[in-house]
């Protein structure tokens, strides 16, 4: 018995956990979990959303698969009903086989851009649940808004090749067609006033007429309509993108009305062969027509003020462009490589802007006097044979004629003060340059490898010279005038020519391999005013053998300024000093010769006599 009565109180306490075990597993007798709140995310069945500021709401956010044809999104999620559709819903990684979509009847915004998803691209129509009051869908699987004055979505996959848009819909929205690729024609409705970003992007459309009640309009509203071929506009304002990469593109009508061509808006369309502008048209804007490598003439009526940047770039077929009266600007590289050999500006031209001309065809050039600003390299790379720069010009850019290798005459006229750097680089048929009295400076580089420019007559006026002004030129003698106190780095660099350089008696600095590898130069006169020598000055001057000193010695000076050459002499004119310290203590100084430098002063004494003295 008392075995038994021992049983019983073990027993006891088992029965009792499986009872209460039992009453927890009953509906409603189990502790809630923490209640979930605005911004946490809820997963059911492959479906994610987000609950909304609301709390009493959620955002689908995330569809995992859709293996079945039919994909019907959920109503509710967490016990919260789903009111809004992200535009992320269709980017797991898993996939999408869905030809139609069911969007229940408790959703009441869908983010527009989803119409732009790849994974939409098999369905053939849209489904709404019974009883919203946002949406529906007509016979053809379209999607709506509720009112029908909104067209949201098109079904992708559709068969049919036509579509005509319900009279009482007002806007069509953004991807609403987008990737419609079957669809080639769409009727729109008088009454329709606005369509959407990118509403026809990739879609199958062969032609397009807007219209008359159509006010607003997105961008890249027809881009890469692979089909297209003909388009009339009557619009005042042709939007960004609209035609972009149309390549099939061949007639275009710019009906009078049309105010503004946008940024890209006929950019790659290669089998547009010509352009109707119509009077009214006043700007072009940048990439308008770029690349359009089929153009094959242009005319710009006189309403056009302004062209913008790139609009005709490569635009490789245009043989023939007329510009006329009342154009002031001609954006960056609005005409680069356009096979055009000339062209006449317009007397209201006031600004070419960068790279405007860059590796087109033009042989010639008549720049009006209006003209009042040319940016850099406005014409580099052109086969010119001669040009002149207005003294009219205020604003010049660098390196203006890089390169243009068939030029052999330029004429800077009076009232350019600097020649901006580069201005005629590497132009190797130069051989005649004509600059004005009243410049003050030359820029870097501005004659860089011009390798048939023997002479130059630089204006007195000229004080002012920067880095590798002359470097690589085919200079034989240059006569530098006063008022140039330095001969900057790399001046006259491997100019193989270069025979005689006539430094003038205002120069007090040379840099650093200012005359480097002119291996014509056997001769050489410091004026007196030079105080500092810098490294390699006259580095591989193979023939240099005389070197002749005006005043006392420079007293700065770097090392390995003159060659180790066979025969070098060095004089220096009676009574100087300095020629007893480093490093001049180690040259041999012979008595002068009689050729001085001339004075450029006219009332300024000779010279005096030079001496040999030896000084190590």
């Excluded at 109180?9 to 007798?29: D, E, K, Q, T």
């Amino acid at each position: 018995r008392e075995g038994e009565r021992m049983r019983g109180i073990y027993h006891r306490p088992l029965a009792f956990l499986c009872v209460m075990a039992m009453l927890l597993s009953l509906p409603g007798l189990v502790p809630p979990a923490a209640a979930a709140g605005a911004g946490d995310t809820v997963t059911e069945d492959g479906f994610t959303g987000k609950i909304n500021a609301d709390g009493a709401s959620v955002t689908l956010t995330l569809v995992d698969s859709a293996l079945k044809p039919q994909l019907v999104l959920p109503g509710e999620l967490g016990g919260l009903p789903v009111t809004a559709l992200k535009s992320g819903l269709f980017s797991g990684p898993n996939e999408y086989r869905m030809t139609s979509l069911v969007i229940p009847a408790t959703v009441t915004e869908i983010d527009q851009s989803l119409m732009s998803s790849d994974k939409l691209r098999n369905i053939t129509r849209y489904e709404v649940a019974p009883g919203s009051p946002a949406y529906k869908t007509d016979s053809e699987g379209v999607l709506f808004t509720a009112d029908g004055h909104t067209l949201i979505a098109y079904p992708r996959a559709r068969a049919a090749g036509d579509y005509a848009v319900p009279q009482d819909v007002a806007a069509i929205a953004a991807w609403a067609f987008y990737y419609a690729g079957n669809l080639s024609s769409v009727t729109l409705p008088e009454g329709l006033v606005s369509i959407g970003d990118s509403a026809f992007h990739y879609s199958g459309l062969t032609s397009v007429s807007l219209p008359s009640t159509v006010t607003e309009l997105g961008k890249d509203l027809f881009r890469a309509c692979l089909s297209m071929t003909q388009v009339s506009l009557s619009i005042t304002d042709i939007p960004k993108g609209m035609f972009a990469s149309c390549q099939k593109l061949e007639r275009l009508e710019l009906k009078e009305g049309v105010e503004t061509i946008g940024y890209e808006a006929f950019q790659r369309c290669g089998l547009l062969k010509s352009i109707d502008l119509p009077d009214t048209l006043t700007a072009i804007g940048d990439y308008a027509f770029e690349g359009c490598t089929g153009l094959r003439s242009l005319t710009l009526p006189k309403s056009v003020k302004t062209i913008g940047k790139s609009s005709f770039y490569y635009c490789t077929a245009v043989t023939s462009v007329t510009l006329n009266e009342g154009l002031t600007e001609i954006g960056q590289s609005a005409f680069q490589y356009i096979p055009i050999t000339s062209i006449r500006f317009p007397s209201t031209l006031t600004t070419i802007n960068n790279t405007a001309f860059s590796n087109s065809g033009l042989t010639s050039l008549d720049i009006p006097a209006n003209v009042t600003t040319i940016g850099n390299n406005a014409f580099t790379g052109t086969p010119l044979t001669t040009v002149t720069l207005p003294g009219t010009i205020t604003s010049l850019g660098t390196s203006l004629f890089y390169q243009c290798d068939h030029l052999t005459s330029a004429t800077v006229e009076p009232g350019i003060a600097v020649l901006p750097s580069g201005t005629f680089q590497q132009c190797g048929a130069l051989t005649s340059v004509s600059l004005p009295e009243g410049m003050t400076g030359i820029g870097s580089s501005a004659f860089s490898g011009c390798t048939a420019l023997e002479t130059i007559d630089l204006p007195s006026t000229v004080t002012s010279l920067d880095d590798k002004v002359f470097s690589m030129s085919g200079l034989k003698e240059i006569d530098l005038p006063d008022g140039i106190t330095v001969v900057p780095k790399s001046t006259f660099e491997f100019c193989y020519s270069l025979s005689k350089v006539d430094l003038p008696n205002s120069l007090t600095t040379l840099e650093m391999w200012a005359l480097k590898n002119c291996e014509a130069l056997q001769s050489i006169t410091l004026p007196a005013s030079v105080s500092y020598i810098d490294t390699s000055t006259f580095s591989w001057c193979t023939a240099l053998v005389e070197v002749v000193f005006q005043g006392d010695a420079p007293k700065n000076v770097k090392y390995a300024v003159f060659p180790n050459n066979p025969g070098m002499k060095f004089y220096r004119p009676a009574g100087s000093s300095g020629y007893d310290k480093a490093p001049w203590d180690t040259l041999t100084f012979h008595e002068g010769p009689t050729r001085w430098k001339r004075s450029r002063s006219p009332s300024a004494s000779p010279p005096p006599s030079a001496t040999a003295a030896r000084t190590s």
